[in-house]
């Protein structure tokens, strides 16, 4: 990867430079029996969408801050990105009512907490391919009804700081440049390189769970199979998958 690269949407694009025909993301939901694979070049072309829908229809401007309420979910990742190409903080499981914007996910739970921002609200269906909701819930903005007709190519109305935050989570908050820093030794820790394959299992509610999940492997080069539900799995089932997946690393 590029050494010069100083925030997370610098390593998205260096790795769409790179080969952006290789897998990146590959999401397993085993309480539904959902697959989906998104290439380097499918996972930038949400995230280009997603900055966009950010920055024109909701006006997020760098430095506004993002309650994420989503679980490890490969729209979520998207999300991650996006937030960094526009310079929003994606804050994980932040406090709706003292961001600027919120995303959710579709369980009741989740949406009564949105519904304490007073900014702009987005909810999305987790439903398998990206569906939408049979009805938007009220008050929010269905993300698979709006992301479609956004640019498949991405520019920020200003440059995004690497020393600006970037990132909260568990209580802390790290800049663009620290995230990638930090994603870097982890890949390292894990012993990932160029073409690695990392099976995480690991929720998004941490940082452990967002740099196996999505950083570490993005920063070495190599691809993440994030995986909900594993538990679900039958008993040999896991063995099965490191294997089909050709798996090289796991993270639980």
Same mark, same amino acid.
């Given at each position: 990867?590029?050494?010069?690269?100083?925030?997370?949407?610098?390593?998205?694009?260096?790795?769409?430079?790179?080969?952006?025909?290789?897998?990146?993301?590959?999401?397993?939901?085993?309480?539904?029996?959902?697959?989906?694979?998104?290439?380097?070049?499918?996972?930038?072309?949400?995230?280009?969408?997603?900055?966009?829908?950010?920055?024109?229809?909701?006006?997020?401007?760098?430095?506004?801050?993002?309650?994420?309420?989503?679980?490890?979910?490969?729209?979520?990742?998207?999300?991650?990105?996006?937030?960094?190409?526009?310079?929003?903080?994606?804050?994980?499981?932040?406090?709706?009512?003292?961001?600027?914007?919120?995303?959710?996910?579709?369980?009741?739970?989740?949406?009564?907490?949105?519904?304490?921002?007073?900014?702009?609200?987005?909810?999305?269906?987790?439903?398998?391919?990206?569906?939408?909701?049979?009805?938007?819930?009220?008050?929010?903005?269905?993300?698979?009804?709006?992301?479609?007709?956004?640019?498949?190519?991405?520019?920020?109305?200003?440059?995004?700081?690497?020393?600006?935050?970037?990132?909260?989570? &568990?209580?802390?908050?790290?800049? !663009?440049?620290?995230?990638?820093? $930090?994603?870097?030794?982890?890949? @390292? *820790?894990? /012993? #990932?390189?160029?073409?690695?394959?990392?099976?995480?299992?690991?929720?998004?509610?941490?940082?452990?769970?967002?740099?196996?999940?999505?950083? &570490?492997?993005?920063?070495?080069? !190599?691809?993440?199979?994030?995986? $909900?539900?594993?538990?679900?799995? @039958? *008993?040999? /089932? #896991?063995?099965?998958?490191?294997?089909?997946?050709?798996?090289?690393?796991?993270?639980?």
């Amino acid at each position: 990867m590029n050494a010069n690269d100083r925030t997370p949407a610098d390593l998205l694009r260096s790795a769409l430079a790179a080969d952006p025909g290789r897998p990146l993301v590959t999401y397993y939901d085993d309480a539904t029996g959902e697959r989906v694979e998104l290439s380097v070049a499918t996972f930038a072309n949400w995230v280009a969408k997603t900055a966009n829908l950010l920055q024109g229809d909701l006006s997020a401007e760098p430095g506004d801050r993002l309650a994420l309420l989503l679980p490890a979910h490969w729209q979520t990742a998207v999300w991650l990105l996006a937030c960094s190409s526009v310079g929003v903080v994606a804050d994980v499981g932040g406090d709706p009512a003292a961001v600027d914007l919120v995303v959710s996910g579709p369980d009741p739970e989740s949406l009564a907490a949105a519904r304490g921002c007073s900014g702009e609200r987005v909810a999305l269906a987790l439903r398998p391919l990206g569906g939408r909701f049979p009805q938007a819930p009220e008050g929010f903005a269905d993300y698979a009804v709006e992301v479609p007709g956004q640019g498949d190519r991405f520019a920020p109305y200003a440059p995004v700081d690497p020393d600006g935050t970037a990132l909260a989570v &568990a209580g802390f908050e790290l800049t !663009g440049a620290e995230l990638v820093e $930090r994603a870097r030794a982890d890949a @390292a *820790d894990l /012993g #990932l390189a160029p073409g690695s394959r990392l099976l995480s299992a690991r929720p998004y509610d941490t940082w452990d769970g967002l740099s196996a999940g999505l950083y &570490a492997p993005l920063a070495a080069g !190599g691809s993440v199979v994030l995986c $909900r539900h594993l538990d679900r799995l @039958a *008993d040999d /089932g #896991l063995e099965k998958r490191l294997e089909s997946e050709r798996v090289t690393a796991t993270a639980r």
